[in-house]
């Protein structure tokens, strides 16, 4: 295995991370306004308190190794879709103060208010997080330099929109999981109802964007025929999202939210073993693509980042872990919680 195909998947690693921890917490605030009490969306607040900081580091630390791994392609998508993701930077950020800013004053206008931003801010990340996967999927249209050429109404088409949609209730689904380990008595029983709904939704956007890739990615399909073992993984993908509800069902939460984490891991293994050893796939040409090897930094810079990811990595992952036990258990508000 060559180092260009090491930091492809270090780099998928690092976005899965993200996907698995931050997705939880981006679910939790989509759900946020079911729960109409103060004290419901308190503890709703306080169960991702703790953590969802901390789970945005993922993000930061795959796109600074997308960065230095594959300069091209970080150029390409970040001034391509410049616009869509300062959208994402600026829901991210409202959501951070909606965060921040609800606890300090009783109004109650006020806490309404930034309960509908921190909402709008979780769907938004989620919605915009699963354009770019899916324009990415479709393919965009490149030049010869690899400098993308559509505007931006461009990747809002109808695929990426479904594929935006299917990310929605994907954490929509993770986070009701977590709701359900971190919440008590009555509230724990009504979101316990919660995991089965979204479920359902989350299987209905997913059948529906595996019908759409038929007619707006058939070349993926083409991937599939040449690597029929990647069947082996959807089903895998499949056992363990129907593996959920069962687990939700015998009130073993642990074992629900890590069926959830294996999903959406086997998710982002898909999709990245669908793309490879493409990174951006030009469409309509894709002799303008960009691989994991005409968008690579040097062998020299791959290899001073494999010592530094050696070192760093399990730092990273032990400091995850400790906070994770530290806040273990069931939310219980106090007067500094949010």
């Known amino acids: ?41 308190r503890i709703f ?41 300062m959208a994402l ?11 921040e800013f609800r606890s300090k004053e009783q109004w109650h206008w ?10 709008l801010g979780s769907i938004v990340s989620g919605l915009l997080i699963g354009v770019a996967m899916g324009n990415i999927l479709q393919g965009i249209p490149l030049d010869a330099r690899g400098n993308y050429t559509g505007g931006f109404f461009h990747l809002l088409n109808p695929y990426a929109l479904l594929l935006g949609l299917t990310t929605v209730a994907l954490f929509a689904m993770h986070g ?7 919440t008590e008595g ?23 964007l595996n019908i759409a890739t038929l007619f707006y990615a ?7 025929r040449d690597r029929p073992w990647l069947l082996a993984v959807f089903a895998l993908n499949v056992l363990a999202v129907m593996n959920i509800p069962r687990e939700n069902r015998n009130g073993n939460e642990f074992r629900a939210f890590l069926s959830s984490c294996a999903a959406m891991a086997l998710l982002m293994a898909l999709f990245g073993l669908t793309v490879y050893p493409d990174m951006v796939l030009s469409m309509p040409d894709p002799q303008n693509s960009l691989t994991i090897y005409n968008a690579a930094s040097t062998p020299k810079t791959h290899t001073i980042m494999l010592v530094i990811a050696v070192i760093g990595v399990p730092v990273v992952l032990a400091y995850t872990a400790s906070v994770y036990y530290i806040f273990r258990g069931k939310v219980k508000l106090t007067p500094h919680s949010y």
């Open 176 to 182: 009701s999981i977590y709701l359900v380990m971190k």
């Open 45 to 85: 607040l306080n169960a991702i308190g703790p953590v969802w900081d901390g789970n945005e580091v993922w993000l930061v630390t795959g796109g600074g190794a997308l960065f230095a791994a594959f300069p091209g392609v970080y150029a390409t998508v970040f001034s391509g879709f410049y616009l869509a993701f």
């Open 218 to 224: 058939p070349h993926l399909l083409e991937k599939l």
């Open 110 to 119: 006020w806490r309404t208010m930034w309960d509908t931003g921190f909402s």
């Open 89 to 99: 930077l600026a829901a991210l950020i409202f959501r951070a103060v909606a965060i």
């Open 1 to 41: 295995m060559d180092l260009n195909t090491i930091w492809f998947i270090l780099v998928g690693v690092l976005f899965t991370g993200y996907a698995m921890l931050d997705g939880f917490d981006l679910g939790v605030g989509a759900l946020h306004l079911f729960v109409k009490k103060d004290e419901d969306r």
């Open 186 to 208: 009555n509230l724990q029983a009504r979101v316990r109802t919660w995991v089965g709904r979204t479920i359902a939704v989350f299987l209905f956007f997913y059948i529906a």
